[in-house]
């Protein structure tokens, strides 16, 4: 460890931050990272940087690394909370009380057409987890998946599915 980085002084930090300044731009910029969000981490980073800056040899590459982890984080987070909603969305499209039958019947014939719509793997997939609500480790099992895989295959099969109903206008 450098003694140097080893105590980096406020000084040298802003320095440092105002060199790495268009790369961590292009970092944000790369991963397509929303302007109100991008701030959120950038600070998430810098603070991990000063809590840990005696630990960190090469506060540069450290920066920089982070940033981009930080920036995948945040489109998981954000796949998860897409696909969660689409599962309630779903469940709920059908559950609500009082929706008068015709409205459910429309609504069930857009979300079957959206369906239709989808390669047939995840027609099956569908099917199987919200038609016959079977639980991931039944559906993995009846279609021949891994356990452990079933998971990421349905939420690409929701995203697709998510993005049908996008294009039939629901929002």
């Excluded at 689409?86 to 609500?96: P, S």
């Excluded at 997939?125 to 990421?152: M, Q």
Aim: a positive charge; hydrophobic letters at 35%.
């Amino acid at each position: 460890m450098c003694p140097q980085e080893d105590n980096l002084r406020d000084e040298d930090l802003e320095r440092l931050l105002e060199d790495l300044k268009p790369q961590m731009k292009y970092t944000l910029y790369r991963y397509q990272i929303p302007f109100e969000d991008a701030e959120d981490l950038l600070q998430q980073t810098l603070l991990t940087l000063i809590y840990k800056r005696k630990d960190i040899e090469k506060p540069a590459p450290w920066i920089l690394a982070t940033l981009r982890n930080r920036c995948i984080m945040y489109w998981r987070r954000q796949r998860s909370q897409l696909h969660e909603a689409m599962d309630t969305t779903i469940l709920e499209l059908f559950a609500t009380p009082g929706r008068p039958k015709q409205e459910n019947t429309e609504l069930g014939h857009d979300l079957a057409r959206a369906i239709e719509r989808l390669p047939e793997r995840c027609r099956k997939i569908l099917r199987l987890r919200y038609g016959l609500d079977y639980k991931p480790a039944e559906v993995a099992d009846a279609l021949g998946y891994k356990r452990s895989s079933i998971r990421k295959v349905t939420n690409r099969c929701l995203e697709a599915l998510a993005r049908q109903l996008m294009l039939a206008g629901f929002h």
